[in-house]
């Protein structure tokens, strides 16, 4: 039986990326995708998935607008690394369809009729609202699963903090201490593993077709801010882990803890995980610590280019081309 999600998010090249595994993935039933504002606002992230579900041929699946700025913070997003249009800079048509509003509510309405869970690929202003709306009704999520937050991991926005948690802090904390919904916590200590190397984009290049030239095109811009900020080749690709952990439970391991943030201060935004139990409260939340990447990997691009199974075989498996 599929399971029905909903997809909150601030597309994002890599949540862009997490879109298409998504709706290449036949375990889930995608009810609607939600946008909050994160890499960019959360319009231009509404725009941007409608340009995924263009190119994926999925215009029946609903976009809503949720939340534009954080619950305290005033907004910073990620346009130094998305691109001025969140998406590379590219120029991608969206698809003709309208646009919702009311993120927020939509997810309350799909809660209460039960069996849905949440994959949440941005800031968790959506989710915190959500709560505050109505505390009953969100609690009746099936599950979250949140790309966020770093444990041992240093941080990508801060020394100490992963750019989701960093944007709305509070928000964080409100879920952190509301929710009653179970909660994965997949955080750079996982994603920094999944690397889509210069050799795996070239792979995609030689695939070709519709998808493929997406791929490639809306990572270039990512790609040279990986190399400009961290002599990293290639990119790290987050998002798309949550998608497969909601899927797999076995490509990620960790434990669960009490879960804490920063919410002022140097150290805004830093996830506090109470590995030591020193707090004495109740496990709010389970931390992934180990990935086994290459499968991800495999994983990520078979689905995505079914018919070239050979080739992605070939390359995963030839360690000469280092992509591991
Ligand atoms: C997260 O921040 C965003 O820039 C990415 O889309 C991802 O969700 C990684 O820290
Ligand atoms: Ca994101």
Same mark, same amino acid.
């Given at each position: 039986m599929k399971k029905k999600v909903i997809i909150d998010c601030d597309p994002g090249i890599d949540d862009s990326l997490a879109l298409i595994l998504a709706l290449n993935?036949?375990?889930?039933?995608?009810?609607g995708i939600t946008t909050v504002s994160g890499n960019v606002k959360a319009d231009q992230g509404a725009k941007n998935a409608l340009k995924v579900l263009k190119i994926m041929n999925r215009e029946d699946i609903p976009v809503y607008i949720g939340e534009e700025v954080p619950l305290e913070r005033e907004l910073i997003t990620a346009q130094d690394t998305h691109g001025e249009d969140g998406l590379g800079e590219t120029n991608y048509e969206e698809a003709d369809v309208k646009i919702n509003y009311g993120g927020v509510d939509f997810i309350l309405e799909n809660s209460r009729k039960g069996d849905i869970s949440v994959i949440a690929l941005g800031p968790l202003t959506n989710l915190a609202k959500a709560i505050e709306r109505d505390e009953e009704g969100f609690n009746m999520i099936n599950e979250i699963v949140s790309m966020g937050g770093a444990f041992r991991s240093h941080g990508n926005?801060?020394?100490? +903090?992963?750019f989701n948690y960093w944007v709305d802090p509070h928000g964080v904390k409100e879920v952190f201490d509301r929710s009653k919904v179970p909660f994965s916590m997949v955080g750079?200590?996982?994603?920094?593993?999944i690397i889509l190397t210069p050799n795996l984009i070239e792979l995609i290049k030689q695939i070709g077709g519709d998808i493929a030239n997406f791929i490639v095109d809306i990572t270039r811009f990512y790609v040279d801010f990986h190399w400009n900020q961290e002599r990293t080749l290639g990119c790290v690709i987050n998002d798309p882990l949550a998608v497969a952990y909601f899927i797999d439970r076995t490509l990620c391991d960790g434990f669960t803890s009490y879960l804490d943030i920063v919410?002022?201060?140097? +150290?805004?935004?830093q996830t506090l995980v109470d590995v030591g139990n020193f707090?004495?409260?109740?496990h709010n939340g389970r931390i992934l610590t180990k990935v086994d990447s290459k499968r991800f990997m495999k994983m990520f691009l078979e689905r995505i280019f079914p018919e070239s199974k050979n080739d992605i075989a070939i390359v995963l498996n030839n360690s000469k081309y280092g992509v591991n």
């Open positions: 993935s036949p375990e889930l039933e995608i009810v926005c801060s020394q100490v +903090a992963e750079l200590d996982v994603t920094r593993e919410t002022d201060g140097k +150290a805004i935004g707090y004495r409260k109740e």
